[in-house]
């Protein structure tokens, strides 16, 4: 398993090294100058994404394929899948926590730096575990396109609840119980149930993979 891992890791670096470093001082530049860090949020969503294009460099060269006549499990090819993914967006959390720590002033504006980073990460690990099993089922480009719709679901509802086409009281409930809830709770509960979803996700990713043909 650690030589598929070393494999995507190998293969995503050469392709996307560049690129990163790029956005990275970009993102750097203008977190520091308008002191939002949006942008430093969407580098762990970005790396995320990243690390899907594994799966997308797997299938151009018929990687998979050869795959099959190695002596490891679909199990242990999917998990290292599994593990590169994690460990892309952990290493964005990482580097988002620390530039924010570093630019930021104020004991309060770090403590909000905190809390917000694994919100974050836990959120894309939500949605990345969502999509890898239908990249696995249907290919990278649906998967994509299914994220994007369920990207515009999400941002469609509060507007419904608005304009009284769907009921609030769902909405409200929640809102409550995160104004209720401690941080620090809200952050364990974010990332246990973010690791929780993500192994549902490998469990069913790694009997797609099984049992496709190449």
Known sequence: MIGFFRKDFYALASLYKKNLALVFVLYVVLTVSTGNPFFLYFLIWMLGFYS???????????????????????????AARYLITVGFMALGAALALAVQLIALDGQQAALETVG????????????????????????MEKARNGFLALFAAVFAVPLLMEQGVLDDALLERALNWLNAVSPAALVCFSLAAAILVCWISYEIAWRIYKNQEF
């Open 52 to 78: 899907l294009s594994a799966i997308s460099l797997d299938q151009s060269c018929g990687w998979d394929r050869y795959a099959r006549t190695l002596p490891a499990s679909p199990r242990q090819v999917v």
């Open 116 to 139: 917000a980073v694994p919100l974050v990460t836990a959120i894309a690990i939500v949605i990345i575990s969502i999509m890898l099993p239908a990249a696995y089922k249907w290919g």
